[in-house]
């Protein structure tokens, strides 16, 4: 019997045959492929990222430092600010005290719930693209622990007091952040396409901060109106990964006065997180060369893409995920 | 003639650092976008070099590239797909090979020049066909453009420290022949 031992010209061309092959089925396929290679990476992949995480904190922070004039500052206005609050509050609760007990009532035995229904799962960045183009991670946790293509993926983001020295366990005092979508599940890894990435596209809204030192007029019910919290309706937007470290949302309309500080958010009514998470803040507006009377708004992330080790992956409990496509476009 | 093996161990040790560790050398806080050095480029041309056959080091390619496509996703306008890497990177080691001749291969300046041109090459073709295929993103190539050709001026600086420590492990990498012909040549 001869044994049969394929010459390397052979070799070569059934290699090159595959590739082609493998390029024409998709980025499915290349997906389950990817995942079938992660156990490679994630179990050595660990310690790697935690390095790499550590060194990108350090050289790149994520939350801009105030001063400790401008933190003296803030503080007097918070003072005076909830002062009048406080005043407010106690007019309103008066006028509508009478209406709050049915209400209450009315809300106990028919209202919506209060509590956002999904679950999360922790999962840890254990490896990076190889090539530098793209913003994707692997994570540590997979179909087996629940993750599917199209779950969104947050990060806490805890804001404090830079003057004072943090001791113990920092209060979160604001909650999760966006920072990505999943987009391949294998067994027991995942691989996450992050806000910035250029594959990345959600639907979102913005939300406009009232500003009362710079007030601004809106468009509302055909009459041009100052923005104040009763007429403040958020502006459903279309946005998308620019590739490097912007999401651009475009053919907003002008009229809508959106202005840098604004913040974008994930839609109540989105089936994978049906709540208002923050994902990025409008870093500049443009007008849109193409489209008279819409503008261009650069939405720059949260958190900081670069540095991002541990996320929350939301699992939504209404079983509305498998509407999701596979980059996220669900409507 | 290549010791697979060994070849293999480096490749995956090589992607493993460039996936995780190595994202430290990645500069992401650019406005045109992320950029950084391919670690395995200097493998590729290293073998392209010193390999004995041609189709040992487009094989060598082949591997480099599937590494490449199986740890890669992001940059393409949408999830990218497995397999053009691996046909460039092949198809360009025959080129590398073929035109090792010309070329002073232990001087730092080719090894530079080869570094850059075959990450530019490589780098450059794999967007457009990822792009291509993605159907959209067209308006990402003008900045993957710049980041590529950053990305292969970071890789040609890289290429000749990497060389002295590729040539300590040569032996390792590549076997000695022994067959009655080669032994009439020495």
């Known amino acids: ?331 | 003639m290549i010791r697979w093996i060994p070849f293999l161990l480096l490749t995956y040790v090589l992607v493993l650092v460039q996936t995780t560790v190595g994202r430290i050398l990645t500069m992401e806080q650019f406005s045109v976008g992320p950029f950084g050095p391919d670690l395995l480029i200097p493998l590729a041309v290293f073998v392209a070099f010193y390999a004995k056959d041609v189709y040992d080091a487009m094989l060598c390619g082949w591997v480099i590239g599937i590494f490449i496509d199986l740890t890669t996703a992001g940059g393409g306008g949408a999830p990218t797909r497995v397999g053009p890497m691996a046909i460039i990177l092949a198809l360009a080691m025959w080129v590398t090979f073929n035109a090792r001749d010309w070329l002073y291969r232990e001087k730092v300046l080719p090894q530079f020049i080869v570094g850059g041109l075959l990450c530019f090459t490589t780098h450059f073709l794999w967007c457009v066909v990822q792009i291509f295929f993605a159907s959209r993103g067209w308006g990402l190539l003008g900045s993957l453009c710049i980041q590529v050709l950053l990305s292969s001026l970071y890789t040609a600086l890289l290429t000749p420290p990497a060389f002295m420590l590729l040539w300590l492990c040569r032996k390792w990498l590549f076997a000695m022949s022994t067959s009655s012909r080669s032994r009439r040549n020495r």
């Open chain 1, 1 to 331: 019997m001869t044994h049969f031992k394929p010459s390397k010209p052979t070799l070569l061309s059934a290699f090159i045959v595959l590739s082609a092959a493998l390029t024409f089925l998709g980025p499915d396929s290349a997906g389950a492929l990817r995942a079938r290679l992660h156990w490679m990476l994630a179990p050595l992949g660990d310690a790697g990222m935690a390095v790499t995480t550590a060194f990108k904190n350090l050289t790149t922070p994520s939350e801009p430092i105030i001063t400790q004039r401008y933190a003296q500052q803030l503080k007097q206005e918070n003072v005076l600010l909830r002062q009048q609050l406080e005043s407010m509050e106690a007019r309103l609760l008066r006028v509508l005290g009478t209406l709050q007990d049915g209400q209450a009532e009315f809300s106990h035995l028919f209202g919506p719930r209060k509590d956002v229904p999904v679950e999360f799962i922790a999962a840890r960045v254990v490896a990076a693209d190889s090539l530098p183009y793209g913003w994707s991670r692997v994570l540590n946790e997979g179909r087996d622990q629940g993750i599917r293509n199209g779950m969104y993926a947050t990060q806490l983001r805890v804001i404090h007091d830079r003057s004072k020295q943090i001791t113990g366990n920092p209060m979160v005092i604001s909650g999760a952040t966006v920072v990505g979508r999943v987009i391949e599940s294998g067994a027991f890894t995942s691989r996450l396409a992050l806000l910035t990435d250029g594959g990345f596209e959600m639907y979102g809204q913005i939300r406009r901060v009232i500003d009362p030192r710079n007030p601004r007029m809106i468009r509302y019910r055909a009459r041009m109106r100052r923005l104040s919290p009763q007429i403040n309706e958020p502006v459903p937007v279309f946005v998308k990964g620019d590739g490097r470290e912007h999401m651009v949302a475009i053919e907003v309309k002008k009229l809508h006065e959106i202005r840098p500080g604004d913040i974008l958010q994930t839609q109540p009514d989105d089936g994978a997180l049906p709540a208002e998470v923050n994902v990025g803040v409008v870093d500049r507006v443009e007008d849109d060369a193409q489209n008279a009377g819409m503008v261009k708004l650069y939405i720059k992330p949260l958190t900081n893409m670069a540095a991002l080790r541990e996320v929350m992956i939301v699992i939504p409990a209404l079983g509305r995920l498998e509407t999701v496509g596979h980059r996220g476009t669900q409507r």
